[in-house]
């Protein structure tokens, strides 16, 4: 019997624990369709993400996901660009061999003609300072999504507020604050 369920190309769940820096690549860019689906990758992409770009188009973004990363990050991303704002975030993704790299990464949905058509993300090196930082920060948020006991969006909000107090805490009046001023 043929499952038709996505089968991603590689192990998702690999790690390695390495980090890879983004070296000279200043910014990584993609562009999806409206569900996620990578239509355009750039070069330094696929180079740092240890794909090639044939292998990123037609996938899902989250084919960079590390699994580190806390469901309220994206949850919170989908919820503002699909109110066509942009979304500003610090992300842990993962590399096709297992590996890591961190990036302040920038959503923005492609609107023509009033009709939204897509989403483009242009990825940059945070400062090597924050990101012991964030790292903490993703982990209470998953434990707060796992202790919050619910398996619906009512999950997230212990994780919002988790994050809410990490960003007050640092003297910001909002995560987009916090994250333009990591930029390395």
């Known amino acids: 019997m043929l499952s ?4 991603p190309p590689i192990d ?5 624990g390495h980090v890879v820096g983004l070296g000279s690549h200043r910014a990584l860019q993609s562009k999806t369709d409206c569900r996620g689906i990578i239509t355009q990758a750039s070069r330094s992409l696929a180079e ?9 188009i037609g996938q899902p973004h ?4 590390h699994p580190d990363m806390p469901d309220t990050v994206y949850y919170l991303m989908w919820q503002t660009i699909q109110a066509d704002d942009e979304f500003f975030g610090i992300v842990k993704n993962r590399c096709k061999n297992g590996d890591h790299y ?3 990464t920038r959503v923005a949905p492609i609107v023509r003609e009033g009709q939204t058509q897509g ?5 940059f090196l945070p400062r ?15 434990a707060a999504e796992q202790r919050s006991g619910h398996d619906d969006q009512r999950r997230f909000a212990p994780a919002v507020e988790v994050m809410n107090r990490f960003v007050r805490r640092h003297g910001y009046a909002n995560l987009q604050q916090m ?3 990591s930029r390395g």
């Open 62 to 65: 989250n084919i960079l996901r």
């Open 128 to 142: 090597a300072d924050v990101v012991p930082e964030w790292e903490r920060l993703f982990a209470d948020m998953r």
């Open 102 to 104: 961190w990036v302040l």
């Open 119 to 123: 989403y483009t993300s242009a990825r």
């Open 179 to 181: 994250v333009l001023s």
């Open 4 to 7: 038709m369920e996505y089968q």
């Open 48 to 56: 740092i993400s240890g794909f090639a770009v044939d292998e990123l």
């Open 12 to 16: 998702i769940r690999q790690v390695t």
